[in-house]
């Protein structure tokens, strides 16, 4: 058994409202120094060891992600 930690942001030329939306709050609760925020979203998946690292961009790209709009990132963590 593995875990795998997959990470979907939008991709840079992306409005990302969610993330604009944190860094005005962020803003407005009195910190200072954020000067962006983006937002995605965050998978771990637990798989077996016949899982290969193919299987899971397919994974990546057909379901957790969108595409068009999303670009991610997938890698193994230690337990």
Same mark, same amino acid.
């Given at each position: 058994?593995? !875990?795998?930690?997959? =990470?979907?942001?939008? #991709?840079?030329? *992306?409005?990302?409202?969610?993330?604009?939306?944190?860094?005005?709050? @962020?803003?407005?609760?009195?910190?200072?120094?954020?000067?962006?925020? !983006?937002?995605? %979203?965050?998978?771990? @998946?637990?798989?077996? =060891?016949?899982?290969?690292? &193919?299987? @899971?961009? #397919? *994974?990546?790209?057909?379901? @957790?992600?969108?595409?068009? *709009? &999303?670009?991610?990132?997938? !890698?193994?963590? &230690? %337990?």
């Amino acid at each position: 058994m593995a !875990r795998v930690v997959v =990470d979907v942001m939008p #991709k840079p030329e *992306i409005l990302d409202p969610q993330g604009q939306a944190a860094a005005g709050a @962020l803003s407005r609760l009195g910190f200072t120094g954020v000067t962006e925020v !983006r937002q995605g %979203k965050h998978f771990e @998946l637990e798989v077996d =060891d016949t899982v290969d690292d &193919e299987t @899971l961009g #397919k *994974i990546a790209e057909g379901f @957790l992600a969108n595409p068009v *709009i &999303e670009e991610w990132t997938i !890698r193994r963590v &230690e %337990k």
